[in-house]
């Protein structure tokens, strides 16, 4: 039987090396692999280049990493409540693919499913698709990298021509991604928001290293309320259901929010 078990989130990570490629799950701060980035945190690793939707915020998720100064590159599609993440960006102390978040989704799917590039209409006509979108400041306010031009390409679409353009997908050297459940085999169960960007961050990984609320037996998932086979995922470690969960920004109804300022006893 193939166990794709580990000990702990620290011996998971040990062999991931500076300048590594990673694929970090997460939307906003639902489903991020808190323990698995602690723990590289604290390893030490760093030149990091990491894709991921955003970048958490300053204390919690990536943003550890970030502001340990453990982070190269960001490839994303939102910044976020992280105001370092955006300081690091406008210093020129940090590298930003800023990609829509659509096609974000698709460059790490199609990394997964073995598909090198494809084309789209988002994009078309900006910057995106025209180049010259910052990717690096200089230490002047200037630009010192910027986006490349990439193909655009006219194809006939419910017979009317339609421009679109090229997108290569995303493969890294890892992947590091949240589940709310995975067996021994590896196969994993996403909670709510959290399936947004964890399935397809951890196909788009070489090496996928996944942390789980709960790990079972194989078997005692229901074949079809599996979201992740287990052919993606090499790595699994159990960190617990009372694992640190963050809400990035709190909010309330209205007559809450009333309901909480009216004196005791109105």
């Known amino acids: 039987m193939i166990d794709k078990t580990w000990r702990s989130a620290a011996e998971a990570v040990a062999d991931i090396p500076d300048g590594a490629s990673l694929a970090v799950g997460g939307f906003g701060l639902s489903g991020n692999p808190i323990a698995l980035i ?3 945190l604290a390893q030490g690793t760093s030149d990091l280049s990491v894709v991921s939707n955003n ?9 550890i990493l970030l ?11 939102y910044v976020g409540e992280n105001k370092e993440f955006e300081r690091q960006f406008l210093s020129g102390e940090l590298e930003l693919e800023l990609t829509p978040q659509g096609t974000l989704a698709e460059k790490l799917r199609a990394g997964g499913s073995g598909i090198a590039a494809f084309y789209t209409q988002t994009g078309v006509g900006t910057q995106v698709a025209e180049g010259g979108l910052p990717r690096r400041y200089a230490a002047d306010g200037g630009i010192a990298v910027a986006s490349p031009v990439k193909d655009v390409r006219s194809f006939d679409v419910s017979g009317a021509p339609r421009d679109y353009v090229l997108e290569e997908a995303i493969v890294t050297d890892y992947a590091l991604v949240h589940a ?7 196969n994993l169960v996403f ?6 960007f964890n ?11 996944a942390q789980v609320e709960e790990l079972v037996e194989p078997g005692e998932l229901e074949a079809d309320s599996i979201h992740l086979p287990g052919i ?3 790595r699994i470690v159990e960190v617990g259901s009372d694992i640190d969960k963050r809400i990035e920004r709190r909010t309330v109804s209205v007559a809450q929010a009333a309901a909480r300022e009216m004196p005791e006893g109105a």
């Not at 709310?180 to 085999?185: A, I, T, V, W």
């Not at 909670?191 to 947004?196: G, I, P, Q, T, Y």
Request: glycine content about 12%; hydrophobic content about 40%; some cysteine.
């Open 55 to 63: 970048c958490g915020v300053d204390d919690w998720g990536l943003g």
């Open 232 to 234: 993606y995922v090499h």
């Open 191 to 196: 909670n709510k928001a959290a399936r947004n």
């Open 180 to 186: 709310l459940k995975g067996d021994r085999h590896g």
């Open 38 to 40: 602690e723990a590289l």
């Open 199 to 209: 399935p397809l961050a951890a196909m788009a990984g070489r090496v996928c290293i």
């Open 67 to 77: 502001n340990a100064k453990r982070i190269r590159k960001m490839t994303s599609s």
